[in-house]
């Protein structure tokens, strides 16, 4: 196969709002020995990428300055270490960077097969959002079958995989969103009871459901106000994972309820972690989570698909927070 020499890619032109997202011609990524070059088909769009476009969240060192951060394609080429892909193989992969393009670098370890039964659209919405849940939900957090899981952004691409698979996986699973739609959402997905959160208080109507006790896990994407309320919310022994700060990243707590709930406060971010660390998620994900996908258990919620070059408006459309489920770049189609 004859590789051409540059590609289409949206670029961020400089720190601001989507209107700073603009189309260029740019050379294709060269390979280093453990990556493989994909031909991308679609393109995942995630809070992060709004986040870098704002100026808030620098690329990690020797990262594409590009957005996206996950994507599904064909492999095109591997460097001489690649041992686990060949040139054909269909993929979806997480990318530090650069999945707004025609084509993108990355590790021969933070790619995994398309799921049977899933579209490449699909497949290009996978690897953020379940990379991000799987480690902050199961690794971290430690949520065990017929524990009470609270997520809150029910209706998001994260909320939506964690629901499905916490519930996959036998916890019992309330979730938070914005409006009586989301809600439905969310119980149609798995969620025990869904909170919405412009009418209810999700630390009564947590309390409430479980006889006083308490819940388990929390995963929080919001931060501020919440991290008080969360820690209310939670059950002896209970932790939070914390994942984003829509909210603002600064709380005023009272750590004698930590202490005295013997509660753990944990949470990552994605994008930084080694190469090693993302292919340890990988592993697991294809060993437990890609045969669920495969069962027909659990699959991506898509709300809308957007062709490259309107890249602004799926980031309209993310920053909106209408959105319920995954927004997904269209690359290279047909």
Avoid at 172 to 192: I, M, P, Q, S, Y
Wanted: aromatic share 6%; glycine share 10%; with cysteine.
């Amino acid at each position: 196969m004859t590789l051409p020499e540059t590609m289409r890619a949206i670029e961020i032109s400089q720190p601001g709002g989507p209107e700073v997202l603009v189309s260029v011609t740019r050379p294709v990524p060269s390979l280093s020995a453990e990556n493989i070059l994909i031909k991308v088909e679609a393109a995942g769009v995630n809070r992060p990428d709004a986040l870098q476009r704002a100026g808030a969240y620098a690329p990690p060192p020797g990262a594409s300055d590009l957005p996206g951060l996950e994507c599904s394609g064909e492999v095109v080429a591997v460097g001489s270490g690649v041992s686990r892909w060949t040139v054909g193989d269909k993929v979806c992969a997480l990318l530090p960077g650069g999945g707004y393009a025609e084509y993108v670098t990355t590790h021969q370890d933070h790619a995994l097969r398309v799921p049977a039964g899933l579209t490449m659209i699909e497949a290009a919405a996978l690897c953020e959002t379940f990379f991000t849940v799987w480690t902050n939900v199961f690794e971290r957090g430690c949520l065990e079958a017929g524990e009470v899981f609270l997520v809150h952004g029910g209706s998001s691409g994260i909320g939506t995989t964690a629901i499905q698979l916490a519930n996959a996986m036998g916890a019992r699973v309330f979730a938070t969103a914005g409006n009586a739609e989301k809600c439905a959402k969310c119980l149609e997905l798995g969620a025990e009871r869904a909170i919405n959160y412009n009418e209810e208080d999700f630390v009564e109507v947590a309390k409430q459901a479980t006889d006083g006790r308490g819940v388990d896990l929390i995963l929080d994407m919001v931060g501020g106000a919440y991290i008080a309320r969360n820690i209310r919310a939670l059950a002896m022994d209970g932790r939070l994972a914390m994942i984003a700060f829509l909210g603002g990243p600064k709380a005023e707590i009272n750590f004698a309820q930590i202490m005295a709930k013997r509660i753990t406060v944990t949470g990552s971010t994605l994008r930084p972690r080694s190469v090693q660390d993302k292919a340890v998620i990988a592993e697991a994900l294809s060993e437990v989570v890609w045969p669920l996908i495969e069962a027909g258990r659990i699959a991506p919620v898509m709300d809308s698909t957007f062709p490259l070059e309107q890249a602004a408006d799926a980031h309209r459309r993310i920053e909106s927070s209408g959105h319920i489920g995954k927004i997904v770049l269209t690359v290279n189609q047909g």
